[in-house]
Structure formats: C-alpha cells, structure tokens
C-alpha cells in the first residue's frame, strides 16, 4: 500500500512569508507526527495527533508554528512569519495505535528553505 | 534529550557484517531499543525494535546484553545500499509516543 506522502517535496520562500506543508498519513494509521532535521542532526520532535486532536505540541518552538488535522487524517503544518532559522527538511510520521509497539513510518519529507 | 550513545560513524566492507553499537545505560524497564536508519535524503526507516530478547528479522538482527545498558545491531553481509545514519532509540511505545533522536552513527559501506 502506499506510504506516508508529503508535499511539496522542496520549498522555497523568503522570509516573513506564510507556509503550509501537507502530510498523507498511510490510510487508517491514526497517530500523526511532525518532526524538524536541521542538516547533521537526527529528527526533533514538533507536534504529535492522536485522531484529530493534538495530543502533545511540547516540541512547537514557538507560536509562529501551527498544525492542524481537522479530520482525523491529513495534516497541515502551518508557520508564520517565517525566518531563515526555520530552514530544515520537515518530516511526518504515521502509526497506527493498537499493537503494543507500533512503529512510526516516516515520509520522505518536505525541505524548506527560508531565503 | 537523547537517552543513547552511538559512535558517531563507522565503516565496513561490503558483503562483511556491519555490527553497530549503542549504550543506554539509564533505560527504564518498560522501555524498548528500537533501531532505525536514514538514507541520504529520505524519511527514517524502521529496521527493528526489542524489550529483552535478541529479535531478527529480515533486515537485521538485534541483540541485547542481559543487563539491557546497551545493544548491537547486527547487518550480516552488508551492501552499498546499506550506507546510511542509523538510529539508536529508546521508548515505551513507538506507537504513540514521539522517539527521540541522536545523531546516530553515520555508516558507510565500502566496496
């Protein structure tokens, strides 16, 4: 079946813009995450969705940072007034809750660059 | 922050095994190792996970001291595609709790 998907695959905008990056989950996976890779770091977690709700935004850096999952499956980060600083690939990650140890399974993520 | 420690990069010829380390010395006893890895410019990749018991799979193994304070994973023959940062990770539950990341250890397979 088809994985997680993300678009655009590459953005590129100036600072103090507004973005919007789109995230499929797999079909029926029912936790979401978003998490920001700063080039030579691992993935740092942002926001997580249980259903439509989020469950944990602790990893927000500030409130330029937006996420929303109106309906229980495709996510829209959302930054405002963008800054150089926010140039990263951001990545999403579904799962589906039930099993014990369900793992996460990554897109292929969105590289945004803040000119 | 992360909870591991992992080389920061290790090489290995190609069709030898590739054994890489990681300490976790202060892991909780419902917590899992899982190992995951990221290939240039793509998502991580869940290659395998573990509580107690060494796991294999087709991709790797996983073995586990007795002690649980840290692990190897195991690629047996490794290939060029193998090249990538691979992950060390601890948590509860990777289903519904974020991982948290390191650096992991960069791996390059050299032919």
Known sequence: GAGVSQTP?????????????????????????????SLGQGPEFLIYFQGTG???????????????????????LKIQRTERGDSAVY???????GAETDTQYFGPGTRLTVL | ???????????????RAANLPCNHSTISGNEYVYWYRQIHSQGPQYIIHGLKNNETNEMASLIIT???????????????????VYYCIVSINSGNTPLVFGKGTRLSVIA
């Not at chain 1, 695959?9 to 890779?37: F, M």
């Open chain 1, 9 to 37: 695959s590459n953005k590129v905008t100036e600072k103090g813009k507004y973005v919007e990056l789109r995230c499929d989950p797999i079909s029926g996976h029912t936790a979401l995450y978003w998490y920001r890779q």
């Open chain 2, 66 to 84: 007795e002690d649980r304070k840290s692990s190897t994973l195991i690629l047996p023959h490794a290939t060029l595609r193998d090249t990538a």
């Open chain 2, 1 to 15: 922050d992360a909870k591991t420690t992992q080389p920061p990069s290790m090489d290995c010829a190609e069709g």
């Open chain 1, 54 to 76: 989020a469950a944990d935004d602790s990893g927000l850096p500030n409130d330029r940072f937006f996420a929303v999952r109106p309906e229980g499956s495709v996510s829209t």
């Open chain 1, 91 to 97: 990545l999403c990650a579904s799962s589906l809750i």
